[in-house]
T-cell receptor, first 114, second 114 residues
Framework: GAVVSQHPSWVICKSGTSVKIECRSL??????MFWYRQFPKQSLMLMAT?????????EQGVEKDKFLINHASLTLSTLTVTSAHPEDSSFYIC??????????FGPGTRLTVT | AQSVTQLDSQVPVFEEAPVELRCNYS??????LFWYVQYPNQGLQLLLK??????LVKGINGFEAEFNKSQTSFHLRKPSVHISDTAEYFC????????????FGKGTTLSVSS
């Protein structure tokens, strides 16, 4: 089956710094990728929809200047958390949609902001 | 607005017993429904999905689910669980046509003990 990877799997950063998370579709092209956020013991909440070659579409309440999304190629989308704060600590999961509209999820990235 | 409700936050069960994880949805349009499993610190794995056709859907690992339009339900079942089925299970609904972002329920923790 199709594989989606995320890097890094776990990152710790200091408050005020920025961190970039990569989402890659390894064996298919993904014109659309989705970024979700999951708090401990809670469900996944959609943050934004990332479309290759265009601006991301953010969900209501998600700060687009804080969570920068770049979908520069058909196999890579990045999420940059700028000026991170402890409340940004969470599990970030991406999914990529293949040409048949099937979605595949990455393994997630755990961000801890100290 | 569309929503997904998982009626049980935790379901404890003994090994080899049957289990049902309940999911109800709300939508004013046709839906696509999914069940995912998440093991600790991992991403999501698709168990099964309902797009159209037969209302009884069979998935991986011996799971199946039945789509009931009149009751707006999509309950997940397994006739005999194993210790390895211990995980978090999420019911999800596609926001529009296939391949769009998903709306997730809050999850059900299935705990299988011997």
């Amino acid at each position: 089956g199709a594989v989606v990877s995320q890097h890094p799997s776990w990152v710790i950063c200091k408050s005020g710094t920025s961190v970039k998370i990569e989402c890659r579709s390894l064996d298919f092209q993904a014109t659309t990728m989705f970024w979700y956020r999951q708090f401990p013991k809670q469900s996944l909440m959609l943050m934004a929809t990332s479309n290759e070659g265009s601006k991301a579409t953010y969900e209501q309440g998600v700060e687009k200047d804080k969570f920068l999304i770049n979908h520069a190629s058909l196999t890579l989308s990045t999420l940059t958390v700028t000026s991170a704060h402890p409340e940004d600590s969470s599990f970030y999961i991406c999914s990529a949609r293949d040409p048949s509209y099937e979605q595949y999820f990455g393994p997630g990235t755990r961000l801890t902001v100290t | 607005a569309q929503s997904v409700t998982q009626l049980d936050s935790q379901v404890p069960v003994f090994e080899e017993a049957p289990v049902e994880l309940r999911c109800n949805y709300s939508s004013s349009v046709s839906v696509y429904l999914f069940w995912y499993v998440q093991y600790p610190n991992q991403g999501l794995q698709l168990l099964l999905k309902y797009l159209s056709g037969s209302t009884l859907v069979k998935g991986i690992n011996g799971f199946e689910a039945e789509f009931n339009k009149s009751q707006t339900s999509f309950h997940l079942r397994k006739p005999s669980v194993h210790i390895s089925d211990t995980a978090e299970y999420f019911c999800a609904l596609s926001r529009g046509q296939a391949g769009t972002a998903l709306i997730f329920g809050k999850g059900t923790t299935l705990s299988v003990s011997s």
